[in-house]
């Protein structure tokens, strides 16, 4: 770096502070529950009644951000299962992404997150219908 002048050594370690305070918020990895929910899938909170496909799922308070959620990415990852009538649930690839399009409002939300029936049955056997799951915002 003996040829950079100090304001570009101080932004460049600025922009390294930068890149690296994303790279981590980025890749925290979470645990909870994940739920399913059936169709239909529309209206949604974040689209109405614009299609979304079926690789969706609905937050709940806890990632909700007031609707910051709204159109981000989660990587969800079958873990667990939660109860003994299937012990172990976890199936497929055992990990989903899905775009958050609504809202698992509290009082009725089961889970951390609420899987579309279609994104759930991917990781898990919907028999067991809640999981024991690790999430992280991509």
Avoid at 38 to 56: L, N, R
Wanted: proline share 4%; hydrophobic share 40%.
């Amino acid at each position: 770096m003996a040829f950079l002048s100090n304001n570009s050594r101080i932004a460049l370690i600025l922009f390294s502070c930068l890149v690296m305070s994303f790279h981590s918020s980025a890749s925290a990895q979470n645990y909870g529950t994940a739920t399913y929910y059936t169709p239909p899938y529309m209206p949604s909170a974040c689209y109405g009644f614009a299609d979304q496909g079926v690789m969706i799922a609905a937050a709940s308070e806890a990632i909700w951000n007031g609707g910051g959620a709204c159109g981000q990415y989660y990587q969800v990852t079958c873990v667990s299962g939660t109860n003994a009538g299937t012990p172990y649930p976890c199936q497929g690839s055992s990990s989903v992404v899905v775009k958050i399009v609504d809202l698992c409002p509290a009082g009725s939300c089961r889970g951390t997150i609420d899987l579309s029936q279609e994104a759930f049955a991917s990781v898990a056997d919907t028999a067991s219908g809640v999981i024991n799951i690790s999430y992280q915002h991509i």
